[in-house]
């Protein structure tokens, strides 16, 4: 039986030629990058309030798209990866808490298939037992790795935590994915909505993506107060532009979803493209600047680094 394969809305397609690879590979030989900026690590890391915590809402990022979310008495945990290296790059920079420091986990999120969102040897070593939500077509790969607790998502799903405390919904994203030659797109890709039932607080993690129309229809169905929203791996923005936002489309996608606050994601720890961290933050800034946003909506947290919302 043929498997599934899965596509983004319009049919919007991210398959690349073997002529557009090396073309790209040709293009970073020639480029002169600086790789010497770190995103920093967090000074004075709540480390025990992570710990004991189960009333307070947080969002701790990790580094790249890894992040602790508490919320509704939950820890939730978005496509853990404290990976050293990448493919043939190493880590460029290490993650803002060891997996000793964090709590139990309840919730992980896996927002698709690629080895920088799902790392079977981080999943291993979580605390605690938790479920893990998936998209569809995922699921039987880590039923098939020894995960018993998973449940698998189509977009525009929900489910209750078991607390009964929280609703987290799986949108649409523009992505794709693929972990060996033979299974690119039998598994769907998306981002993650939580809502705490109680206030009414909203954090959408956006997961990997392009720009598409998909933000203003999330924003019909949510009011969200968090987005994190990725910034990296748009070089060349010719091959990349399909599949990883650039800075300037971040924040038009962060205005399209109508939410408050803004914490930018997916850079600084690999080298997955040609930018470099500090590109990607500088043109972060400077598209923030050009459309005269206010400076409070914009939150760059470093490695580490808790917020309380």
């Known amino acids: 039986m043929a498997k599934q394969r899965y596509e983004n809305l319009d049919g919007i397609s991210n398959k690349k030629s073997f002529k557009d690879m090396r073309q790209w590979r040709k293009e970073r030989k020639s480029k ?19 710990n004991e915590n189960r ?50 986990i309840d919730v992980v999120l896996i927002s698709h298939g690629h080895y920088d969102h799902l790392d079977f040897a981080t999943l291993n070593r979580l605390k605690g037992n938790p479920v893990h939500l998936v998209p569809e077509g995922l699921g039987r790969l880590l039923t ?6 998973v449940e698998e998502f189509s977009w525009w799903d929900k489910k ?21 030659l033979t299974d690119m797109n039998t598994s769907l890709w998306g981002g993650w909505v939580i809502i705490n039932k109680e206030n009414g607080e909203t954090v959408y993690f956006v997961g990997d993506t392009g720009y598409f129309r998909g933000f203003k229809e999330i ?5 969200i107060n968090w987005v994190l929203m990725p910034i990296g791996a748009y070089e060349p923005e010719w091959f990349m532009s399909a ?5 300037e489309d971040a924040v038009q996608a962060f205005l399209d979803c109508k939410a408050d606050k803004f914490i930018p994601m997916h850079y600084g720890a690999f080298r ?14 400077k598209e923030w600047e050009k459309r005269k946003l206010d400076q409070d909506l914009l939150y760059i947290p470093k490695l580490g680094e808790t917020v309380i919302t």
């Open 32 to 50: 002169m990058k600086d790789l010497s900026y770190t995103v920093p690590q967090a000074e004075n890391k709540k480390i025990e309030l992570l």
């Open 55 to 104: 009333t307070q809402n947080t969002v701790t990022w990790i580094g790249h798209a890894t992040f602790l979310i508490q919320m509704g008495g939950m820890n939730i945990m978005t496509d853990p990866v404290w990976a050293k290296r990448m493919g043939f790059e190493k880590r460029l920079s290490e993650p803002g808490l060891t997996m000793e420091e964090i709590p139990p």
């Open 144 to 149: 098939k790795k020894g995960f018993s607790k």
């Open 160 to 180: 209750d935590s078991r607390t009964g405390t929280l609703e987290i919904h799986f949108v649409p994203a523009q992505h794709w994915t693929r972990r060996t």
């Open 219 to 223: 924003a019909k169905h949510f009011d």
């Open 243 to 247: 599949s990883h936002i650039s800075p």
């Open 272 to 285: 997955l493209a040609d930018d470099t961290p500090k590109e990607a933050l500088d043109r972060l800034l």
